[in-house]
């Protein structure tokens, strides 16, 4: 009886033992998936680092092509606006005559410390005109060149109180819409010709605002 009971006993035992193995080997093969999984996340996690940084020496050359066509257009935008403020300066005095009004002195780029810069001012004994110059004219440009430049000219330059103060705008870019807004606004606008020549585009009736 006490025999029984020992083999029976010893049969519980030889099973746990067989089942802790299976369960230690399907550990293993657990841990051996895991192991394999990570080694796949480490070679995604390598390969995505290098992805990245291909990204990024792309993402800089992409970059520095951007910083050259920048400059590159900024260079041109200077060129451009350099060749409309020639182009109106030289013409001022042939345009204003035909609208009789003769000036003594023209200047451009007219600096005082503290109000900025003024492109083309023409004056006699009488008025004085302050041209802003653009290369594409926008409404917006009409607007700040009426509530700020005129007024700074104005405090800037004490001398030319009790002069007429004309303001003129100027772009070698004139849509009809932004050309008649300007005038309306009061100002000459001018603009230039299919020859490369310059012309004042305000209708004959125009009668320019005094700016005081």
Do not use: C, H, W
Request: glycine share 10%; hydrophobic share 35%; aromatic share 8%.
């Amino acid at each position: 009886m006490n025999q029984g009971l020992d083999e029976s006993r010893l049969d519980r035992i030889e099973s746990g033992i067989e089942k802790f193995f299976q369960g230690m080997l399907e550990l293993q093969q657990s841990q051996k998936k895991t192991d394999e999984q990570l080694n796949r996340t480490d070679e995604q996690i390598l390969e995505l680092k290098e992805s990245q940084k291909k990204t990024d020496e792309q993402l800089g050359r992409t970059i520095r092509k951007l910083d050259d066509i920048g400059r590159q257009l900024g260079d041109l935008g200077l060129v451009q606006g350099e060749v409309a403020e020639e182009l109106f300066y030289r013409n001022v005095g042939n345009l204003f005559r035909k609208q009789r009004m003769m000036f003594r002195q023209i200047r451009r780029n007219v600096r005082r410390k503290g109000t900025g810069e003024f492109d083309i001012v023409a004056a006699n004994g009488e008025l004085v005109l302050v041209i802003e110059v653009k290369n594409k004219l926008a409404r917006r440009m009409v607007d700040e060149f009426i509530n700020v430049k005129l007024r700074r000219f104005r405090e800037a330059f004490p001398e030319y109180r009790g002069y007429r103060l004309l303001g003129g705008i100027g772009a070698l870019v004139v849509k009809d819409d932004v050309g008649r807004y300007a005038e309306k606004a009061g100002l000459y606008v001018l603009t230039q010709t299919i020859e490369g020549g310059a012309a004042l585009l305000n209708r004959d009736d125009f009668t320019a605002r005094d700016f005081n």
